[in-house]
């Protein structure tokens, strides 16, 4: 029966009209012009392009087969382990029931949709013949190949697209895995082989491309922060575009409460295009000029300066001004340091001392109403200052109205005559020049004359006494005596040796140029020798003191922390025996002389007091002090010295009305001695048993010559 052709339904063309292939006419030996006839059809392909007919299945009246049929034929081929050519490949039928497929018969004999109406049936018939077509995988010109069970086999531009893509995916993945391996190399070998040296080249990096006005931190010597960089907005108008002056000045007034509303409103009624309001103002400022939202009000990034500790080491740290250059202390003197950036300025100062020292010393100002006053300590062998503090001081926020005196350094800008802690360096000369010694004796019961006046001392003494208890009990006509033997060019050698007649290299612009006479005449070795007639800084005494404990060799101060506790240089000042001497010399002054009060039990504190007169317009002010006391501990091997001054301070009940050193400096030292000590790892010493006169003088007689043996060859025997 011929096959029914229905209206919209697909039909494949008949392959009579199918011209015959060059593959076939090679392969198949195939007449040209005539279509694969039942051979063909008995090897697997139908004569019908896009339709699978098995070999030994006859189709029905319609032309089709039963589906079951041919999903069971590839199962049974597979099972028998046959090559199946690509191009012969039975497919298997599409999914779905067989009564889909017209003209196919059951197994029980039965048509599909028997018993349905005709239309109905007629419907579904079409329906399927074009929903269920078949597809042919028979290629009459690919090539044979054996084939897996469930596998499908894709030519032409499916396949070579699928192909592409698999390279790709390929090619892809080998490129990803490639580039994390060499970022995960990196990686290690950035953070694990070459960290060291990395972190220097960033740091080194950094310096070169930070911001303009960038300044590094300064720290302390644990790092603490002193002095740092933080982001800020610096505030400017363009009167042009104000809409309102008056009300945008009250407003600026408001968050701004430093400037006025006149001064405002003057600026932003002026004729150029640019006028600076607030410079380096806080991000909280600018959020509320954006809250606002004045026209012609702007602003740009900057850098401010903040200062944690505020007045704490407002002398030490200093202070930068709103172009970020250092105006005062470390920020000025190590201005290009600072500005070139790199790793943070470490300074020597230790935040745990300077507290202990400003407080003890502010209170020692109070309690004896002082009109100022300076301290500092100082380490001996490297020369680091771990302390030092100036009061009265400043907040290095508001320097507005700060009057001058409080921005005076006294420590490295003040230059006093100190008084009687001379005598140290008077002692420490006289016995290394060697022009005196421990047991000479001295008349000081008289004045001696110097030019128009005499040298008294304070409390007189009648009987002769040595060259230690000159200093000892702080007889400045003893002294006075002991400098006119040492004379004008000896002792301005020493102290020019000892740095006190030249300004120190300190880290500071703040340094004092010490006032000498120009022409050293004898009357000025006379009051020299006790502290009068030469003015230095605190720190000039402190070095020269601590050169002489540290046997005999002076170091550079600093303020900054040393590497390896290396000092910048040394030299010798005095013999090491000479520094033995002046240490017993000064233990005795805390132990019998007039330094008792600054006697810290378990530290072996030596010292020497200090009260001058300061020069007025008239001349010495008897009743304006300048009271000192100069430490240093443990005498036993010293570490640190330890400067005190109070300016001007007043007398009370408990002193008897005096304001002297030993009443109000050695007390201050005492206290503070006792409080760092602990912090500078110092550990409590028991007390070493008092010496006496006579040990001393023993300890510091020289050692016995030897005789030289008489020759026993006879005269003229060496010709």
Known sequence: MPPVFRPGARHDPPDHDRPARPAERADRRAVPGKAPGSNARKAGCGGRSGRAVLSEQHPDSAGRVDPADLAAAPRANAAAGRPCPAFRRPVQALRGPARHVPGAVRRNGRRPGAGQHPRTRRRQSGEAAMSRRLRDLCRPHAETARCRPGEMHLEGAA???????????????????????????????????????????????????????????????????????????????????????????????????????????????????????????????????????????????????????????????????????????????????????????????????????????????????????????????????????????????????????????????????????????????????????????????????????????????????????????????????????????????????AGMLAKLPLELPEAGQPLYPRHWRPVNTLTISFGHGIAVTPVHLAAAVAGIVNDGVMVAPTLLKRPNGRPKWRRRIVSSKTSRILRELMRRVVLEGTGKRANARGYRVGGKTGTAEKVGRGGYRRKALLSSFVAAFPMSRPRYVLLVSLDEPKGNKKSYGYATAGWVAAPAAKEIIERIAPILRIAPQAEEPRKSRKQVLASAAPAPRKRARRSTSPAGSDR
Not at 297 to 309: K, M, V, W
Not at 398 to 419: D, H, I, M, S, W
């Open 159 to 497: 396949g070579k697209a699928i192909s592409l893509a698999r390279r790709r995916l390929f090619v892809t993945g080998a490129v990803f895995l490639l580039a994390f391996g060499a970022i995960g190399y990196r990686l290690f070998d950035l953070s694990v082989i070459r960290a060291g040296v990395e972190a220097e080249k960033a740091q080194r990096a950094a310096g070169k491309t930070l911001p303009p006005g960038h300044r590094v931190d300064i720290v302390d010597r644990n790092g603490i922060v002193l002095a740092t960089s933080i982001r800020a907005w610096s505030i400017y108008a363009d009167p042009a575009h104000v809409g309102d002056p008056g009300r945008t000045a009250r407003i600026l007034a408001h968050i701004f409460p430093n400037q006025s509303v006149r001064t405002l409103a003057a600026k932003l009624r002026r004729k150029s295009r640019f006028v600076w309001i607030q410079r380096q103002a806080s991000p909280a400022a600018y959020q509320q000029i954006l809250r606002f939202g004045l026209a012609g009000i702007h602003a740009r990034p900057d850098l401010r300066r903040a200062y944690p500790q505020r007045a704490l080491v407002a002398h030490v740290v200093g202070t930068s001004d709103v172009d970020n250059r250092g105006t005062a202390g470390v920020e000025a003197g190590m201005d290009k340091r600072i500005r070139s950036g790199g790793r943070p300025v470490g300074l020597s100062i230790d935040l745990r001392v300077q507290v202990a020292v400003r407080e003890i010393l502010a209170r020692s100002i109070a309690y004896w109403k002082a009109i100022g006053g300076a301290a500092l300590v100082m380490d001996v062998r490297t020369g680091e200052i771990p302390a030092m503090v100036s009061l009265p001081d400043y907040d290095p926020y508001n320097l507005q109205g700060v009057p001058k005196k409080a921005r005076f350094n006294r420590n490295t800008l003040g230059v006093y005559e100190l008084g009687s802690v001379f005598k140290v360096l008077n002692t420490a000369m006289a016995l290394d020049y060697g022009v005196t010694h421990l047991r000479k004796k001295y008349r000081v019961d008289k004045p001696v004359p110097a030019g128009r006046r005499f040298i008294r001392d304070t409390h007189p003494i009648a009987k002769p006494i040595d060259t230690g208890t000159v200093m000892v009990k702080s007889s400045n006509i003893g002294s006075a005596l002991i400098g006119r033997q040492i004379g004008a060019k000896r002792q301005k050698a020493f102290l020019r040796r």
